[in-house]
């Protein structure tokens, strides 16, 4: 049975990936700029982050194919960060990244 993709709601996932890895990766680098930005808090982000990433590994080549389209439109960091994280070979989970390294990343592709 064919694998049934609902592209609206993957490309959600997508922009949502990319938002949310924002939102992360600002509060990391200023954590005295949000002080409602508690362990509890940063952990659900965490959790949502992982979780729309893997809507889009779950979608497959769809998911891949989406996550382009919305770079090609938004070149930003949040839509690169997510593009990486769909590609063969890296890390499953937020948790397992190497911080400097997806930065480094980043800034070397332009954003």
Do not use: C
Not at 18 to 35: C, G, I, Q, R, S
Not at 50 to 55: C, K, P, R, T, V
Not at 81 to 86: I, K, P, Q, T
Request: no cysteine; proline share 5%.
């Amino acid at each position: 049975m064919p694998k049934i993709v609902l592209r609206e709601i993957v490309r959600q996932h997508a922009e949502m990936a990319a938002f949310l890895w924002t939102v992360y990766d600002h509060h990391l680098l200023h954590p005295d700029e949000n002080p409602d930005m508690d362990e509890e808090r940063l952990e659900r982000l965490v959790e949502r982050l992982d979780a729309h990433i893997d809507g889009l590994r779950v979608a497959g080549e769809a998911g891949r194919e989406i996550a382009e389209e919305i770079y090609a439109e938004y070149p930003e960091a949040g839509e690169l960060f997510v593009l990486r994280m769909l590609q063969t070979g890296a890390p499953k989970r937020i948790e397992e990244l190497d911080l400097d390294k997806v930065r480094a990343y980043l800034s070397v592709n332009g954003v």
